[in-house]
């Protein structure tokens, strides 16, 4: 008997992409089979992400899609993720295709629901927290990398940003069991991975109901002790994002400065650098505040990579909130940053500010801010010339077929020729050339 086939297609952020991981490791539990393709699927998900206008869209853009190119209307299509855990049965009226809509926690449901349709009912809606007893394990097969794996530690948010929807579809945090997250890593090393992500919304907002795991390790916060926890594993390469500036706390550069495996990278977003607008987005730090983080990460015994995220033409920015967010941006000296304009999201308390900015001004306000990172990125990169780097070898560059490429413990992407026989490994490179947002070299 054939098997039901399902396609799931993601967008959205890393937490999404793990999301999605555990989604298909239940359907081929269940006894789904999963394919690359939306046409020659029996089933098609989309896990959505709602934190930008334009990502929400896409979704409904890409269900037309589906529907116009499905074989005589016999597919099952079903929307999960932030979008359907916002929108909810309002999806069933906005597309009409749509046969289930599953929220951001009834993911382990999805075969059971999914044959509830394949029976006869209609539509479904699933909003519903998530079972007691679901457990976190994801197969290695359904990972999106055989070499990297995402690690979630905390879903949610508390913190309630004024231009954030995410507090809203992923809602209040939860954070994973210490061991349970220790034992995921331990079999994630066991299968030949050389990296782990650890992440959530606000990964120092860490905060188990109990310490079985955390036994023995020493830390400020239960997160930093938690790092000390995964990095006991031996796992190659430990990376974590994202960080809350108000939640950073000094010992987690002292937890990198004493553990090689706990990567050199930290990505803090600061969204402006003006006291003001930080007021309006309610992030709960000043510009002065950030700037002792980013004071202890420089300090540190390694040097630590630092990116950033920052939203340009949020209501209210005037010229000098502006140029304040420009100097922080020239003082902090990131190796990268995230520029997004200032997407209005309904039901956040943002999109009640007045003083709207236009569409002109916040392109051209990108456009300056990403000027002067460009200028300030070079440098950075230039300065890698001639040194050594440590690379996981992740896959054959997009660019060439020639190439391979992967990434630096400070998360900076380097593409190098031959090394095909290396995939997954560790290796030296030399940096013979730096680009804009890459660095090229060659085996040592």
């Known amino acids: 008997m054939r098997k039901t086939s ?63 190119s499905s074989r005589h209307g016999k ?60 457990v976190w394990d994801i197969s290695p097969a359904e990972r999106h990398s055989p070499h990297v794996a995402f690690v979630p530690i905390i879903e949610g948010c508390n913190k309630f940003c004024t231009y954030c929807i995410v507090p809203y579809s992923r809602g209040r945090e939860r954070s994973r069991g210490a061991s349970e997250i220790t034992s995921e890593v331990q079999r994630l090393l066991r299968s030949g991975f050389k990296e782990v992500h650890l992440i959530g919304q606000n990964v120092n907002s860490y905060r188990p ?13 239960p997160f930093s002790r938690l790092l000390r926890a995964v990095a ?41 650098g003006s006291d003001h607008i930080l007021h309006l987005m309610r992030r709960g730090h000043k ?18 990579s630092m990116t950033t995220d920052i939203v340009v033409g949020f209501p209210g920015e ?55 990172q460009r200028g300030i990125q070079n440098e950075i990169y230039a300065s890698y010339l001639g040194k050594t780097v440590s690379v996981l070898v992740e896959a054959i560059s997009t660019r060439s077929t020639e190439d391979m490429t992967g990434h630096t413990t400070c998360n900076k992407v380097v593409n190098f020729g031959e090394g095909a026989d290396l995939m997954g490994q560790i290796v030296h490179v030399k940096v013979t050339a730096a680009k804009q947002h890459s660095l090229y070299g060659a085996l040592v």
């Open 287 to 304: 510009a002065s505040n950030y700037m002792h983080r980013v004071e202890a990460i420089k300090n540190a015994r390694r040097k630590i």
């Open 318 to 372: 005037t010229e000098k909130d502006f140029e304040a967010t420009i100097e922080l941006v020239k003082q902090c000296q990131y190796d990268s940053i995230f520029i997004f304009k200032y997407s209005e999201r309904k039901g956040t308390p943002a999109a009640a500010l007045s003083g709207k900015i236009s569409d002109s001004e916040k392109t051209a306000r990108f456009q300056a801010l990403n000027e002067v």
């Open 209 to 221: 109901k109990t310490e079985t795991g955390l036994e023995g390790f020493d830390g400020a916060t």
């Open 75 to 134: 597919q099952i299509v079903g929307v999960t993720g932030c979008v359907a855990q916002l929108e909810g049965g309002a999806i069933f009226d906005h597309a009409p295709g749509v046969s289930l809509v599953v929220g951001t926690r009834a993911t382990d449901r999805l075969p059971k629901i999914i044959e509830r349709i394949r029976r006869g009912e209609r539509r479904i809606l699933d909003l519903g927290e998530r079972d007691e007893d679901e």
């Open 232 to 272: 006991a594993t031996g796992i190659p390469r430990i990376k974590f994002t994202t960080s809350f500036p108000r939640d950073f706390h000094h010992d987690i550069v002292a937890a990198i400065d004493e553990h090689e495996n706990l990567c050199d990278w930290v990505h803090l977003p600061v969204q402006s």
């Open 6 to 68: 399902v396609y799931i297609e993601t967008i959205g952020c890393q937490m999404n992409v793990a999301d999605t991981e555990r989604a298909a490791s239940r359907l081929r539990i269940a006894g789904y089979e999963l394919v690359g393709d939306s046409e020659s699927a029996d089933v098609v998900l989309f896990n959505t992400c709602s934190v930008r206008a334009r990502a929400e869209q896409k979704v409904f853009n890409r269900i037309g899609e589906v529907r116009k």
